[in-house]
């Protein structure tokens, strides 16, 4: 697991299946740890990352398609 939190200029511009990718590895990596707790409280921070700009990249989507006339 990394020691440091993943910042979200890292990866705004990913796709969401990407994001998605990034998210199990994240929480793979969280479950299986026996690292001590600041370790696991880096991967909460970066798993809550990666959680925020999924929803926000869903959300944009939604919005497209909501104002589309086709």
Known sequence: M???VIARPEIE???EKALKDKW???MFDLVRTQNPFTE???GLA???IVSVELHRKR???RET???CWL
Do not use: K, M, P, Y
Request: hydrophobic share 30%; net charge positive; aromatic share 4%.
């Open 46 to 48: 970066s798993v809550e």
């Open 40 to 42: 696991r409280t880096l």
């Open 59 to 61: 959300g944009r989507i």
């Open 13 to 15: 511009d990913f796709c």
């Open 2 to 4: 990394s020691h440091q």
């Open 65 to 67: 398609r909501q104002n």
């Open 24 to 26: 199990s590895a994240l």
